[in-house]
Every structure is written in structure tokens, then in C-alpha cells.
Nanobody
Framework: QLQLVESGGGLVQPGGSLRLSCAAS????????IGWFRQAPGKEREGVSC???????YYADSVKGRFTISRDKIKNTVYLQMNNLKPEDTAVYYC?????????????????WGQGTQVTVSP
């Protein structure tokens, strides 16, 4: 069974950067889409970015040009580089896995979830 563990969250000032990591164990990511989602207090979980094993990726409009998703197949890890962070990026960030090559941006399409990591963007 696929297990996912996020790390890299923290407190950063507006305009700053963070890199989130999603380390997978139990199975390789070769046949999985890995997505990054976030959930702010009182809001629904939203898809931020995702990537399949072929390298195809998706970004939400709110993060295009600022966030970059990447995958290290040797380390079985997916990263989310977040630059020019804004206060509205504050949320708990989750990585999730979907046993498919088809990119989906809806949380319900993902069966495997990490525990989440808090990202806070504040002066």
C-alpha cells in the first residue's frame, strides 16, 4: 500500500519560498499521479498541482508561475517548490496519490493521503 509523508512546511514572510516534499513508501510512484492539495480554515480542499509519471503536470491558476512540481524517481519523492508566497497561500498542504496515469484535480479521485504540513505566510 502506498504511504505518503509530507515535510517542509513552516512560517515564511510574503515573497518568500518553501519547498515541500512528499516521500512515498510501500510502492513506487511509476504508476501513480501525485497531487498537492491545500485546505485553509473554513474552506474546501483544493487542488494546487499534480504530476503523472510521464511528467505531465497541472497547476491551479492561483499558483501558476509561482509553484513548480517535480519528481525524483530515485528517491521516490515528489516536491512542490513554492516561490513568491502570498498570505492567501496559507493552508495545510497535503500530498495524495492516485493509481492512474490520468491527471485529476479533484480530491475524491485520490485514494492515498499524507498527514499534511502547515504552511503559514505572514509578515
Amino acid at each position: 500500500q502506498l504511504q505518503l509523508v509530507e515535510s517542509g512546511g513552516g512560517l515564511v514572510q510574503p515573497g518568500g519560498s518553501l519547498r515541500l516534499s512528499c516521500a512515498a513508501s510501500g510502492l513506487t510512484l511509476d504508476s501513480y499521479v501525485i497531487g498537492w492539495f491545500r485546505q485553509a480554515p473554513g474552506k474546501e480542499r483544493e487542488g494546487v498541482s499534480c504530476m503523472n509519471s510521464d511528467g505531465s503536470s497541472y497547476y491551479a491558476d492561483s499558483v501558476k508561475g509561482r509553484f513548480t512540481i517535480s519528481r525524483d524517481k530515485i528517491k521516490n519523492t515528489v516536491y512542490l517548490q513554492m516561490n513568491n508566497l502570498k498570505p492567501e497561500d496559507t493552508a495545510v498542504y497535503y500530498c495524495a496519490g492516485r493509481a492512474s496515469l490520468s491527471i485529476e484535480t479533484t480530491a475524491l479521485e485520490y485514494a492515498y493521503w499524507g498527514q499534511g504540513t502547515q504552511v503559514t505566510v505572514s509578515p
